[in-house]
């Protein structure tokens, strides 16, 4: 069956530390891989985005890598703050050519002072 | 420039009950979806539209309906409310290749 997995339990990290999110999926050929971050009562946020041919994406303090061997995308979150404790989805087009995103649990991010 | 609005915010029904979510956008998005949100199921589709006037089925359509009329709405509809139908729904729009969703705040929905 088809699965996007994302750690159910909640990262705890200290101010400064660089958080790694981790998301794998089965049986699917993703286009490519997005991010999103959602906070309590409200709806996602995008964040970043990377195509199957791109091995790594930045974006301020934000890094995507994504290995379609590994059949996985990591999230990473340098010099954390406490205002990046949040939810972090991450989600797939299933490379059926058209804009319909699957999306995985999420993975909560706590970041202590 | 308000985004993506949902009414209503909150709702409860009770059982058997019928209701309408709207979605509003003002970027003139051709996609337009309605996710529910349920604690450790995440986001998971149920209709979404590819332009005015069209409608498809996602993962979980069973006891929805909806329709998009003018192309700045998309309504989800419930006919007759279940409590298995408690959730917490978004809508989202999509405009092109390169960016992503932008979702709506959210309609937190009790069926009791």
């Known amino acids: 069956s088809q699965k996007i997995e994302q750690n159910s339990e909640a990262l705890n990290i200290q101010e400064g530390k660089t958080a790694t999110l981790t998301c794998n999926y089965t049986n699917y050929s993703p286009a490519y891989l997005q991010w999103y971050r959602q906070d309590p009562g409200r709806g996602p946020v995008f964040l970043l985005l990377i195509r199957e041919n791109e091995k790594e994406k930045r974006k301020e303090r934000l890094k995507v890598t994504f290995d379609t061997t590994l059949k996985q995308s990591l999230f990473h979150i340098t010099a954390s703050q406490p205002a990046d404790s949040a939810t972090y989805l991450c989600?797939?087009?299933?490379?059926?050519?058209?804009?319909?995103?699957?999306f995985g649990t999420g993975t909560r991010l706590l970041v202590s002072p | 420039n308000a985004g993506v609005t949902q009414t209503p915010k909150f709702r409860v029904l009770k059982t058997g009950q019928s209701m309408t979510l709207l979605c509003a956008q003002d970027m003139n998005h051709e996609y337009m979806y309605w996710y529910r949100q349920d604690p450790g199921m995440g986001l998971r589709l149920i209709h979404y539209?590819?332009?005015?006037?069209t409608t498809a089925k996602g993962e979980v359509p069973d006891g929805y309906n909806v329709s998009r009329l003018k192309k700045q709405n998309f309504l989800l509809g419930l006919e007759s409310a279940a409590p298995s139908q408690t959730s917490v729904y978004f809508c989202?729009?999509?405009?092109?290749w390169g960016y992503g969703y932008t979702f709506g705040s959210g309609t937190r929905l009790t069926v009791v």
């Open positions: 539209s590819v332009g005015e006037g």
């Open positions: 989202a729009t999509y405009s092109s």
């Open positions: 989600a797939l087009v299933p490379g059926t050519g058209f804009q319909k995103l699957v």
